[in-house]
Structures are given as structure tokens and as C-alpha cells.
């Protein structure tokens, strides 16, 4: 199976991705009337933790909504075959801005409503942030000898 192509597998995650962001938009458009509804069915007092769990995941779906659409042109430049440009070195360095002020919400929220999975959940972003960072260092250094060796040539 090829990997890196429209039709191969990096493809199929592409579109995969696409759909993901759009319902993402669509579960962001619908986010006041969703967590009413939902915080209907599981408390019975949802003025409680309405405002803070609307403002929580208005700020953390914008950065996720980033993620996922820096991953999806990641690809997309991945699937061109062109994986040592700087915009991937953009996109990584967003990702992992986003996934960091992704973990400092979840920080705030550990404060007010902590749980087990939210720990966890800011212990991925963290890591992933990170990840973002080196990862992105690698393909700037990639971009670097690509550059070097197509003026050598």
C-alpha cells in the first residue's frame, strides 16, 4: 500500500481529517445549545457549571479547530510529495502552540473542576506540544540541506 500519495493511505487520513474538521465546525456552531442540553440530562443544576464549561470549550475547540487544519495542510503538502517546505514548519510550530494553550486551559481547569481524565488529557497536550516544537526543528533543519543541496545542483 502506498503511503505517501492522494490515493494512499495519507490520503484517506486527509479526508478523514476533512470530515473531522467539519463537524468540528458544526459541534463549535452548536456548542451553547449542545452543553444545555447535555448538562439538562446529566445535573440537575446546569447554570452551575454552564459559563465556565461554554467559555472552556469555545477557547479549547478554536486551538483544537487549528490543529486539525494544520494536520490537514500538513498532509496535504505530504501528499504533493513536498514534505521539506517551510509552511510545514509553520504548521507544526502552530500545532504545537495550540496544543500548549490547549494544556494551560486544561491547567485552569484542573483548578476549578479537576478530574483523573483531565490531568491526563493536559498531560497529552503538553507532550504533544513539545513534540510539535522538536518535530518542527527537524524539518526546519530537513528544509535547511534541501535548500543546500538544490543550490549545489
Known amino acids: 500500500m502506498v503511503i505517501l500519495d492522494q490515493k494512499g493511505f495519507s490520503g484517506i487520513v486527509k479526508h478523514i481529517l476533512d470530515l473531522i474538521f467539519l463537524g468540528g465546525i458544526g459541534i463549535f456552531l452548536s456548542l451553547p445549545f449542545a452543553l444545555k442540553w447535555y448538562l439538562g440530562l446529566m445535573y440537575t443544576r446546569t447554570?452551575?457549571?454552564?459559563?465556565?464549561l461554554l467559555g472552556f470549550l469555545f477557547v479549547t475547540g478554536i486551538f483544537a479547530l487549528t490543529v486539525v487544519n494544520e494536520i490537514r495542510k500538513l498532509l496535504k503538502n505530504l501528499n504533493k510529495k513536498n514534505p521539506f517546505i517551510m509552511d510545514n514548519v509553520r504548521s507544526l510550530n502552530r500545532i504545537a502552540i495550540s496544543c500548549l494553550l490547549i494544556a494551560v486551559c486544561y491547567v485552569f481547569k484542573i483548578i476549578f473542576?479537576?478530574?483523573?481524565?483531565?490531568?491526563?488529557?493536559?498531560?497529552?497536550f503538553i507532550i504533544t506540544g513539545f513534540f510539535s516544537i522538536i518535530l518542527a526543528e527537524v524539518f526546519r533543519q530537513a528544509v535547511a540541506v534541501k535548500e543546500e543541496n538544490d543550490l549545489t545542483i
Open 47 to 52: 447554570s452551575e457549571n454552564y459559563s465556565f
Open 113 to 124: 473542576y479537576n478530574s483523573f481524565l483531565t490531568i491526563i488529557v493536559t498531560m497529552v
